[in-house]
């Protein structure tokens, strides 16, 4: 944080306490802190850090790790065979479907804002701004939900999560 108009920053801290006993017999208290950097590139013309483009990482048989940028509708894809199940588990990040016009309201997790959309966007049962998928011959795309078309090249953020892809016995 700058100390001033704190409402412009953005970023993540992750915090993890261990109490290591349970008297303390002094006032001073010491913080060991790691700060580390996203290993990508944030576009330039964002308030929120946003990828330019997509990653995805094969970390087992089946299994993938993915970067989903949300201003490029349908932008991940990952091999799906027919008759197999996809799972998403470890979703994170933040999207903001418009921040410059809406502010900080159109701004959700993976789990979108509140109750299903409507017809026109991507997935209509699903909230607005959540992680949503599709299946497509042997694929399976990923997204933000919002409408289709131009509206999301202003979009800021990004999600990441792990895809777990199992054959159906």
Known sequence: MDGY???????????????????VS???????????????????????CTPGQERIETTGPGRYHVLLPPQIEWAVSIPTPANANVT?????????LDLQLQGPSSCSGP???????????????????ALVSKREGERTYFSV?????????????????DVVVREAP
């Open 88 to 96: 998403v588990t470890t979703a994170t990040g933040i999207v903001c």
């Open 26 to 48: 002094s006032n001073l208290f010491t913080t060991d802190s790691t700060i580390s950097y996203e290993s990508w590139p944030c576009l330039p013309d964002r308030s929120r």
């Open 111 to 129: 789990y979108g804002r509140g109750a299903p959309a409507d017809n026109g966007f991507l997935v209509a049962d699903q909230p607005v701004g």
């Open 145 to 161: 939900n919002d409408r289709s078309g131009a509206a999301f090249q202003h979009h800021d953020g990004y999600f990441e999560f």
């Open 5 to 23: 108009d704190w409402n412009n920053n953005s970023g993540s801290f992750l915090v993890m306490a261990a109490i290591e006993r349970s008297e």
